[in-house]
């Protein structure tokens, strides 16, 4: 339909895959790393060579303009995107593919899929973004359904309402980091939640795995940004009340938040938002060992400093992602962030 495509079996668009001479690069790099020899580049199997069953339920006829059983839709939501993910992808081993793949557009198609789902003994995963590392998306649901729909909510990806006053916005679950960045930048707001894998992973997502955020000291996780939740389940529309701090009882958003798609499809978030920075400075120190980094980092913690990111790397990943060289025994960087997710 001339929509950009990700990569059905790794991380990013598939227009931008590294080309055969990068992934050879860095091959050779990775075995220079680790001292080896003789590693072999292997090719990305074709999606026509999959050993993908035939689909075992198929969606009623309201319901089939919004769903999917093409080959690369099944493939590409098997399963999230933890090490051992893409390594089983690149295999070419899926496991547990949905036999459906649907793309609601809407809270009420949300629900007539839900229905549809109940009725015929089908399983129904909520798909976010599919950065998960944990099998959360993975359709492996055991044999007591007739089969399983994987609900993709990545259309459901508006910024709906903006309230100035309380300074938070209404956002549809199925918004990817950059996309509800980009409704709310024009407004001079941000949402301020950056998890590493913020490019391809939605507010449904972070909520329903309680994500934490790349700005790591005080708002760090998902919760503390959240207002109210909105969510379809199997037993009807919940939708937690916008209170600024309620003690009274248990909070419902806690049951959601977390849940991993497990109560049901959350289709929108009240999200408290921030005004846009406006001043930003950084700094890199080394440190001669590494538990001095520690001790360096918890004063300033402990000091209540709260610098919008203080990162401790070991020596390893301070040489491949922080380009700092690999001759330091430890260092401690609270570094900027990359350009993608700069503001
Ligand atoms: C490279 C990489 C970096 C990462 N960095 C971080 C990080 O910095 N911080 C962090 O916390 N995590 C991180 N993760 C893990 C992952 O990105 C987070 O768990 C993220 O919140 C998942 O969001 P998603 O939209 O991709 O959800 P998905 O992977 O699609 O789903 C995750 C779980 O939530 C459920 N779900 C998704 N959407 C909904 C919805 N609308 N309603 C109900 N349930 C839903 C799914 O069923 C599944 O159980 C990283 C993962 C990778 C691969």
């Excluded at 679950?173 to 950059?178: E, H, I, K, N, V």
């Excluded at 507010?203 to 000291?217: C, D, E, F, I």
């Excluded at 709260?306 to 260092?331: I, K």
Aim: glycine share 14%.
């Amino acid at each position: 339909m001339g929509e950009r495509r990700r990569s059905w079996w790794g991380w990013g668009w598939a227009d931008q895959a590294m080309t055969d001479e990068q992934v050879a690069n860095l091959g050779s790099g990775v075995a220079a790393r680790l001292g080896v020899s003789g590693l072999q580049v292997r090719p990305v199997p074709a999606l026509a060579g999959l050993d993908l069953p035939e689909p075992r339920v198929h969606p009623p006829g309201a319901l089939a303009g919004i769903c999917s059983t093409d080959r690369e839709d099944r493939a590409g939501h098997s399963m999230g995107k933890a090490f051992r993910d893409v390594v089983r992808a690149l295999r070419g081993e899926l496991a547990h593919p949905p036999d459906v793949v649907a793309f609601p557009t809407s809270e009420a198609e949300v629900t007539a899929l839900l229905d549809w789902c109940s009725d015929a003994g089908v399983a129904a995963i909520p798909y976010g973004g599919g950065s998960s590392v944990v099998g959360g998306v993975e359709g492996d649901v055991g044999e007591g359904y007739a089969g399983v729909v994987s609900i993709d909510l990545t259309r459901m990806n508006r910024v709906l309402e903006i309230d100035r006053t309380a300074r938070a916005a209404r956002i549809q679950a199925g918004a990817l980091g950059p996309v509800l960045e980009d409704q709310l930048r024009p407004h001079g707001y941000t949402l301020r939640h950056f998890p590493q894998s913020f490019e391809f992973s939605t507010l449904g997502g972070w909520l329903a795995t309680r994500s934490g955020g790349h700005y790591a000291t005080v708002y760090t996780h998902i919760d503390d940004l959240t207002e109210s939740i909105r969510a379809v389940t199997p037993a009807g529309v919940t939708e937690s009340r916008r209170l600024p701090g309620s003690g009274a009882g248990p909070s419902p958003d806690r049951m959601l938040l977390g849940s991993e798609g497990i109560l049901g499809v959350i289709t929108e978030a009240w999200m408290r938002i921030q005004d846009r920075p406006v001043h930003r400075a950084s700094a890199g120190v080394h440190f001669a060992d590494y538990h001095d980094g520690v001790a360096a980092t918890r004063a300033i913690a402990q000091a209540a400093l709260f610098p919008t990111n203080c990162r401790l790397l070991d020596a390893g990943e301070a040489a491949t992602s922080a380009g700092v060289g690999t001759g330091a025994a430890g260092g401690a960087v609270p570094h900027e962030l990359p350009p993608a997710r700069r503001r």
